[in-house]
């Protein structure tokens, strides 16, 4: 399997990365292709909402997946691409996602417009932080669902890594990077909305 690991901490060298590389050594052991994307080292720029994507298919010739920002996401979205499995690993800033993570998930938009996969992929999002923030991680999972949906890949698991890291990067749990960790589906993240639970156990969001 070709699989794809997306670090999205600023730093190159922290907990969430020694986490991405262990996780790249331990899939590899299974047998999987792998690619390691460090968004601390990819210069991404902000979404600047001018929608030209929005355009992208009634334009004759051009990429469906064309923005007007050419930097290192034009080499992610490659990648994305061709991966058949996605693993996000991220610390949780705020309950949400580092800004270099956010920008590359905002830059997802012309994913949205282009309808390319007909079936999803499997992403898996590793969270990683020192632990102590009442607010808990709710809108980091929430963030990596929605945005990736549109780029062709279902938020299966979540692997809550938070406080089991040390700041040399050494893992505290021995099990592993793959099966360490405490381990829920992404299904258990829920949102209350003026309509209910959303999105309920099993939906396919941005189907």
């Known amino acids: 399997m ?29 047998g999987d292709e792998v690619d390691l ?18 355009q992208n298919l009634r334009v004759h010739g051009r990429d469906p997946l064309y923005c007007v920002i050419a930097d290192g996401m034009v080499r992610v979205r490659a990648l994305l691409n061709e991966a058949e499995a996605l693993t996000v690993v991220s610390p949780v800033y705020f309950s949400g996602a580092p800004s270099q993570l956010k920008a590359f998930f905002d830059r997802l938009q012309p994913y949205y417009y282009a309808h390319m996969f007909k079936s999803k992929r499997p992403c898996d999002l590793f969270v990683v932080g020192e632990g102590g ?42 099990v592993g990077a793959l099966c360490g960790g405490r381990v829920s ?23």
């Open 185 to 207: 589906p992404a299904s258990e993240y829920l949102m209350q909305t003026p309509t209910g639970i959303f999105p309920k156990v099993g939906e396919d969001v941005h189907a």
């Open 133 to 174: 923030d009442p607010h808990g991680f709710a809108a980091l999972v929430s963030e990596t669902r929605s945005a990736l949906a549109v780029a062709g890949f279902r938020l299966e698991t979540v692997h809550d890594w938070v406080g089991l890291i040390r700041p040399d990067g050494a893992l505290m749990d021995e």
């Open 2 to 30: 070709r699989r794809l690991i997306i670090c999205g901490s600023p730093r190159a060298l922290g907990r969430s990365a020694a986490l991405a590389e262990a996780l790249a050594d331990a899939y590899r052991v299974q």
């Open 37 to 54: 994307v460090s968004l601390a080292s990819v210069d991404i720029a902000s979404c600047t909402g001018c929608l030209v994507c929005e």
